[in-house]
């Protein structure tokens, strides 16, 4: 996509359709995800990693942006997220990896000797 076009034709082609957005549980992190508003009803994968996040049941690509500036301004603009919460969703993250790397590799032994 051009690099002026507009946010919500990125996250809309990101998510593949039109998108509801989701809070953290903790309203202390700044962030925001996007996910696709009927990824549940069309049959989407679920998101463990975004469930996880955003403590509720989410199904579809999630995009998660910062909603606040590098002064801790929120502008309604849409920012890098801050460290903390970068480092937060890794967190998350890291384990869900984990798993799914084991289970491919399982897979991938299972299809070797079958």
Wanted: charged share 25%; aromatic share 8%; net charge negative.
């Amino acid at each position: 996509m051009p690099e002026d076009t507009p946010m919500h034709e990125v996250i809309n082609a990101q998510v593949g359709g039109h998108f509801d957005s989701v809070y953290p549980m903790r309203r202390e992190q700044k962030f925001v995800g996007y996910v696709n508003d009927e990824g549940l009803l069309l049959g989407l994968e679920p998101n463990a990693l975004a469930s996880a996040i955003f403590g509720r049941f989410l199904c579809g690509p999630c995009v998660i942006i910062g909603t606040v500036n590098e002064h801790g301004e929120e502008t309604g603009e849409d920012y890098n997220l801050l460290r903390n919460d970068y480092e937060l969703i890794m967190r998350v993250a890291q384990p869900m990896l984990m798993w799914r790397d084991t289970i491919d590799q399982q897979k991938q032994v299972e299809e070797l000797k079958g």
